[in-house]
């Protein structure tokens, strides 16, 4: 028996479903874009006003707003696409769709790691598409980089994203397997994503937080993923409309071991709601 | 007669936190046959076959399904099972060789055998002509037989159905059922939960009928049927309370019971022959007769019998000796 490759088949079947609804399919890939586009454009004009009078901190590479901020994007849209890749198991039970699976002899194991592989397979198309159409309108990624280093920083930053988006798949089916209907799943969603996309360095430095905020900014998984994202598509060491920043490979290394726990805590997390799970 | 058991099921009992739904069932299914679970909703049906397909768990009692153990053994029964749910539990968005191709690979069918197998299935349920069109467009008896095609998808011995014609019109109904039987011809033991008295009667070899988490009884059609007597005879007269005590009386005539405008009598001889006799004896005792009904029982008339209840069947006529409005239990 080939067991272990049975969470392929829940894999296959999501990604079916994605790819089938074009209207869906283009406005989930067209959405982040328009954000980098408009926000990212009207943000980093009003900061090239606000910074003008400043001047730059000597000796550090300055970048734009733009490229900051088109990293933020990156990890916002990983994290909403995430935070609703489990949601399907909530929608397959109540349309008992779920039934099939739940008296087939596959574990249940698989079907967390399927859905999860296909939430993280739609992270990967999304940031791909960001990347390059933010290449395209100016973001300044992998600058003076050799062919084989924007390689290698491909790879970190899709390391950082996979990892990260797996995480939140499996936070958001252990949320979906806990449910009984979809009411105040919009609630439960918001709930969780607004105090993570706000008390990170997705659109602002995190440098001038008050204490309070700068410790839980640190025990975010967001921060952590905006850290990796950044290391790889920017680079070490560089300032933004005044403010230095500063990645040594110790602080890339404990965000990826960060989010590497909190993947892993979530996944028990999952298994252990959908195993409680009654499917009738 | 008859193959050995290829489910055995003693002493199942099942519980939603205080509410006992199943209390204590012991029932055999015998290898090739068509098996019916009979009864009313809420009789608790459904929660006996979701324990035998592992969606629920075994609470309490034993279960051996194609010589496995439920409790030890659950993934060489989901192996051995093929399952049609109640409700349609096809993904609107996939196509009908789609959701043949998701079922093989769930249970880890070779690509090949799947690809023979779903070309195989789509022709027995005669859906060749739509297996690339979304499920969404399907008419519910065409999801039917496309819900029993994945059913048999791997092969299983049992065939569990759970209401397959649930909200179906007649003539599909029929259809469904000789696809039914066809399937059961192949050699595959079929297990049927219904509350459709016709259904259960035409289909089935042996029947059990279910009533408030109990079994009330078991048999073959025929001979539940023939446990309520010969004939029943429907009479309605000028002094029904009158007519009853004479007739009680009459040595062939076994139970009676008193319906809203007549009454009803179990009898132990061929009715033809008995019904003038019953007559006569009524007017001459100055009861006037208005209206006269015989008719072999029907399962409808053994649930009655056995239950005191009616079980109101959609695809049934309501005969006289179905009629009376007390103690419906909503459908």
Redesign the interface.
């Known amino acids: ?3 272990w ?2 969470f ?2 829940i894999y ?2 999501d990604m ?2 994605f790819f ?2 074009k209207t869906l399919l283009v406005s989930s890939l067209v959405q982040p874009a328009l954000w980098l586009a408009f926000f990212g454009i009207a943000m980093s004009a009003n900061f090239a006003r606000l910074s003008s009078g400043m001047a730059p901190l000597p000796g550090i590479r300055e970048v734009g707003y733009l490229t900051f901020m088109a990293a933020g994007v990156i990890a916002l849209t990983t994290l909403f696409t995430s935070l609703f890749g489990g949601i399907v198991i909530l929608f397959d039970k109540n ?3 779920m ?8 574990p249940r194991g698989h079907v967390i790691v399927g859905i999860g592989l296909s939430g993280m397979t739609k992270s990967f198309i999304q940031v791909s598409i960001i990347t390059a159409f933010g290449i395209l309108i100016g973001v300044e990624f992998f600058s003076g980089n050799t062919p084989v280093q924007v390689l290698v920083s491909l790879l970190g930053m899709f390391l950082f994203v996979g990892i990260f988006s797996l995480g939140f798949v499996f936070l958001s089916s252990a949320i979906a397997a806990s449910l009984e209907s979809p009411e105040g799943l919009q609630g439960i969603m918001t709930l969780l994503s607004l105090p993570l996309f706000f008390v990170s360095n997705a659109l602002y430095p995190a440098a001038v937080f008050p204490p309070a905020l700068s410790a839980l900014s640190a025990a975010n998984p967001l921060t952590h993923l905006i850290n990796g994202v950044r290391y790889f598509t920017i680079g070490p060491d560089f300032q933004v409309i005044g403010v230095h920043y500063a990645l040594s490979v110790q602080d890339v290394a404990l965000s990826l071991g960060v989010l590497a726990v909190f993947t892993a805590a979530m996944f028990g997390i999952a298994l252990w709601r959908f195993g409680k799970a ?3 | 007669m008859g193959s050995p058991p290829i489910i055995e099921v003693s002493s199942l009992f099942h519980s939603y936190g205080e509410t006992e739904a199943v209390r204590g069932v012991s029932f055999f299914v015998r290898e090739g046959e068509i098996f019916s679970l009979l009864g009313p909703n809420g009789a608790g049906k ?1 929660t006996v076959i ?1 324990v035998l ?5 075994l609470q309490k009692g034993n279960v051996t399904i194609a010589g496995y153990d439920l409790a030890r053994d659950p ?1 060489h029964v ?2 051995s099972i093929g ?1 049609v ?1 109640q ?5 609107r ?2 196509t009908c060789r ?1 959701i043949l191709e ?2 093989g ?4 069918m070779p690509a090949a055998e799947r690809k023979a197998r779903i070309e195989e299935l789509l022709a027995l349920v005669e859906l060749r002509g739509k297996a690339d069109t979304l499920t969404r467009h399907l008419s519910g008896g065409m999801k039917r037989r496309l819900e029993i095609a ?1 059913g048999l998808m791997t092969r299983p011995r049992i065939l569990f159905l759970d209401e397959p014609t649930i909200g179906l019109d007649p003539q599909t109904r029929r259809r469904m059922w000789d696809y039914i039987r066809a399937v059961n011809r192949e050699g595959t033991t079929i297990f049927l939960t219904t509350h459709y008295m016709d259904e259960a009667d035409s289909l089935s070899d042996r029947i059990s009928i279910m009533d408030h988490g109990t079994i009330v009884t078991t048999g073959t059609g025929w001979e539940l049927k023939n446990r309520l007597g010969e004939d029943l005879i429907y009479l309605e007269t000028s002094d029904n309370a009158r007519a009853r005590d004479v007739l009680g009386g009459v040595p062939d005539v076994g139970e009676l019971r008193e319906k809203s405008h007549g009454i009803v009598a179990m009898v132990k001889k061929d009715g033809t022959f008995l019904l003038p006799v019953l007559i006569e004896r009524l007017i001459s005792e100055g009861i006037r007769v208005h209206a006269v009904n015989l008719k072999k029982p029907s399962l409808d008339d053994v649930f009655v019998h056995y239950t005191g209840r009616e079980l109101r069947d959609e695809g049934q006529g309501r005969g006289p000796l179905q009629g009376g409005p007390a103690g419906v239990r909503p459908g």
């Open positions: 028996m080939r067991q490759t049975g392929l088949t296959w079947r079916l479903r089938r609804f349309w008992g769709l039934r099939e699976v739940m008296a087939s002899p596959l009654v499917v009738t | 459904s979701n397909i592992t969606l629920l768990p993934a989901r192996r399952i749910f409700e349609v539990t096809l993904d968005d996939m789609e998701f079922h690979r769930l249970y880890q994945r």
